[in-house]
């Protein structure tokens, strides 16, 4: 295998590990925390990582990204949950087209590396976030598990690059407006629980905030 495709294993290990420690945090409380730590980096991801990726020498990837908020906050009127499916979704098309990206670097070095582990690992607790209505927790393992796996998938399945920036600033919006959506039903869901910490859970939000931020700055 190249490095770019060893790196693209880690990646996925990684992400791996951090839906293993969310499945295995049973505490509604613990897990309201985890979920906003998670959902904070994200938002960092989207506005640092994705949407610039989305919008570079591409002047509608903006508006790629705003139409398909416009169609999330449609289909959600029609559908129940469909927001948080759709936004699994997107981390779907964020890590194929991240082993595209892994792929075209000329060089991996010690930062990358770093940054990697900072990216992926909550990565995990996402998407068992953004499934929470799901009841069978090996579901959602299994989920993230596919998801994952799509990261060295995309360093081997060749893609016409006039489509990659359309698809990335689409589930970019997707996920901005799915996340934000998640982001709101969590807290509001627990934030009368005697367990959860609400100082705790506005704090973990811009930790992993400000860790999204700082993994994009290293990759």
């Not at 990261?151 to 970019?172: H, L, N, R, S």
Request: charged content about 15%.
């Amino acid at each position: 295998m190249k490095a770019g495709q060893y790196v693209a294993v880690m990646m996925m290990i990684v992400e791996m590990v951090g839906a293993f420690c969310y499945l295995k945090t049973k505490d509604s409380g613990k897990r309201m925390v985890l979920s906003c730590l998670a959902l904070g980096f994200a938002y960092a991801i989207i506005i640092a990582d994705i949407l610039p990726d989305a919008t570079e020498n591409f002047q509608w990837g903006y508006l790629i990204c705003i139409g398909a908020i416009g169609f999330m906050f449609l289909l959600e009127m029609a559908f129940n949950h469909i927001s948080s499916y759709t936004a699994v979704g997107g981390m779907a098309f964020h890590n194929f087209f991240e082993g595209i990206v892994v792929m075209s670097r000329p060089s991996i070095y010690p930062l990358l590396v770093a940054g990697i582990v900072l990216h992926k690992l909550p990565e995990g607790m996402v998407t068992f976030s953004l499934l929470d209505h799901v009841k069978k927790d090996k579901v959602k393992f299994i989920v993230a598990a596919c998801i994952g796996l799509l990261i060295p998938i995309g360093t081997i399945v060749p893609i016409p690059e006039a489509i990659v920036k359309p698809i990335t600033g689409f589930a970019a919006g997707v996920m901005l407006y799915a996340i934000s959506k998640t982001m709101k039903r969590s807290v509001l869901s627990h934030f009368d629980a005697e367990s959860t910490n609400k100082v705790g859970i506005i704090s973990a939000a811009m930790v992993g905030a400000i860790i999204g931020g700082i993994s994009c700055m290293l990759i």
